[in-house]
């Protein structure tokens, strides 16, 4: 059974950098790519980034400059790392995978149940 | 970016009508025929669940009762007979270009 969890720190100061863990079983990363998107109020859904099984990876421009995806195939683990926080940030966060098998998709058939990360002082 | 905007926001349909939400993307998001928009289906407190994929595609264990439809910029979720569960917001979004973008969403409410 394919799954992905989202573990992450729930509240970061403003200007603090965000880590967030994504677990997957039932299938390979060296196989399938895994994305992350969140989910806000005032923006609604939002494509972030992905890595692929190869290990590259794609940002969405307005946020490049901030964001950081990297993972440890080993450990069936994606990490998203973003830096200067600020409220408008805050949303639940959301890993996925990519269903095509040693391709990419851009679209999005399993997801994370999400971790939310509020912005606050 | 490519702007997919979805309506109505809302619709209320009665339990085995058809409800119909549509997808209008600012740019053609079809192309050596493909049509490169994805629904998803979102319940409170869960995360999206992917319904169809290039437009008319139906994801695996999703009813038949879900259709897609559409080309170009217009594109068409069709939901015949709804049925109670189907109360949820539905999303739209495209994989046409960087950066893939969601519609605002359509909440349906079963009467």
């Known amino acids: 059974q394919v799954q992905l969890k989202e573990s992450g720190p729930g509240l970061v100061a403003p200007s603090q950098s965000l880590s967030i863990t994504c677990t997957v079983s039932?299938?390979?990363?060296?196989?399938?790519?895994v994305h992350w998107v969140r989910q806000s109020p005032g923006k609604g859904l939002e494509w972030l980034g992905v890595i692929w099984a190869g290990g590259s990876t794609n940002y969405n421009s307005a946020l490049m400059s901030r964001l950081s995806i990297s993972k440890d195939n080993s450990k069936s683990q994606v990490f998203l790392k973003m830096n200067s926080l600020q409220t408008d940030d805050t949303a639940m966060y959301y890993c996925?995978?990519?269903?095509?098998?040693?391709?990419?998709?851009?679209?999005?058939?399993?997801w994370g149940a999400g971790t939310t990360v509020t912005v606050s002082s | 970016d490519i702007v997919l905007t979805q309506s109505p926001a809302s619709l209320a349909v009665s339990l085995g009508q058809r409800a119909t939400i549509s997808c209008r993307a600012s740019?053609?998001?079809?192309?050596?025929?493909?049509?490169?928009i994805h629904w998803y289906q979102q319940k409170p407190g869960q995360p999206p669940k992917l319904l169809i994929y290039?437009?008319?595609n139906l994801e695996s264990g999703v009813p038949a009762r879900f259709s897609g439809s559409g080309s170009g910029t217009d594109f068409t979720l069709n939901i015949h007979p709804v049925e109670e569960e189907d109360a949820a917001t539905y999303y739209c979004?495209?994989?046409?270009?960087?950066?893939?973008?969601f519609g605002g969403g359509t909440e349906l409410e079963i009467k």
């Open positions: 290039l437009a008319s």
């Open positions: 996925v995978r990519d269903p095509f098998y040693y391709g990419s998709s851009w679209y999005f058939d399993v």
């Open positions: 740019k053609s998001v079809s192309t050596s025929g493909y049509n490169y």
């Open positions: 039932g299938f390979s990363l060296t196989s399938y790519g």
């Open positions: 979004q495209h994989s046409r270009e960087l950066p893939p973008t």
